[in-house]
């Protein structure tokens, strides 16, 4: 079972924003760890989105944003566009687990 | 451009040891600041980090306790690859396996080069 938590799916109308969380704990964001996302399509990989909460990778659009708070994290989707519909996952490391971890994963639907 | 490419069978019998290998394009298993893992995804254990190799000074290898003991990440530095050796597996393996490039960030790593996936069925 994944310890970091996301909300199963999130939805929008085109030109909306919105967020997706990620809640953890004490041993994992709480702690000093950064938080990574991730975006997966159908049948592919998973593509990381952001690394070090906040951080955009080249080619990633300036509409995604991240940020961290205590024992949670979020991304933020500003001006959703169909492309966007996807499956997104959080990232961190755990100590109690002593391993990587990954969220339960958000399916972003574009209404 | 830099690429992993993974190789293996897609079925693998019960009891028996899933093998899966990563040829690694532009980039070297050796480079310091990276390291090279092993996910798995499957719909009842999501996306789950398995271990994974790296090289400072000498091999480290590190791997989540719920396969340690059935597991073995070994890096080949002759022909620039990481293999995945599963010892024992049961049906609750069967999953798409990814072969991944790990990069240290300030604190923690993440993993920012994927293998395009190889679904492993474990049945009999």
């Known amino acids: 079972q994944s310890v970091l938590t996301q909300p199963p799916s999130v939805s929008g109308a085109p030109g909306q924003r919105v967020t997706i969380s990620c809640t953890g704990s004490?041993?994992?964001?709480?702690?000093?760890?950064?938080v990574h996302w991730y975006q997966q399509f159908p049948g592919t990989a998973p593509k990381l989105l952001m690394y070090g909460s906040s951080n955009r990778p080249s080619g990633v659009p300036d509409r995604f944003s991240g940020s961290k708070s205590g024992t949670s994290a979020s991304l933020a989707i500003t001006g959703l566009q169909a492309e966007d519909e996807a499956d997104y996952y959080c990232q961190s490391y755990d100590d109690g687990v002593s391993g990587y971890v990954f969220g339960t994963g958000t399916k972003v639907t574009v209404l | 451009q830099v690429q992993l490419q993974q190789s293996g069978p897609g079925l693998v019998r019960p009891s028996q040891t899933l093998s899966l290998t990563c040829a690694i394009s532009?980039?070297?298993?050796?480079?310091?600041?990276?390291?090279w893992n092993w996910i798995r995804q499957s719909p009842s254990r999501g996306l789950e980090w398995l271990g994974r190799?790296?090289?400072?000074?000498?091999?480290?290898?590190e791997y989540a306790a719920s396969v340690k003991g059935r597991i073995t990440i070994n890096p080949d530095t002759s022909q620039s690859q990481f293999s995945l050796q599963l010892n024992s597996v049961t049906p609750d393996d069967t999953a798409v396996y990814y072969c991944v490039r790990g990069t240290s960030w300030s604190w923690g790593w993440y993993f920012d080069l994927w293998g395009r996936g190889t679904l492993v069925s474990v049945s009999s």
């Open positions: 004490s041993s994992n964001i709480g702690a000093i760890y950064d």
């Open positions: 190799t790296y090289y400072r000074s000498m091999w480290f290898h």
């Open positions: 532009g980039d070297s298993v050796s480079r310091n600041g990276a390291a």
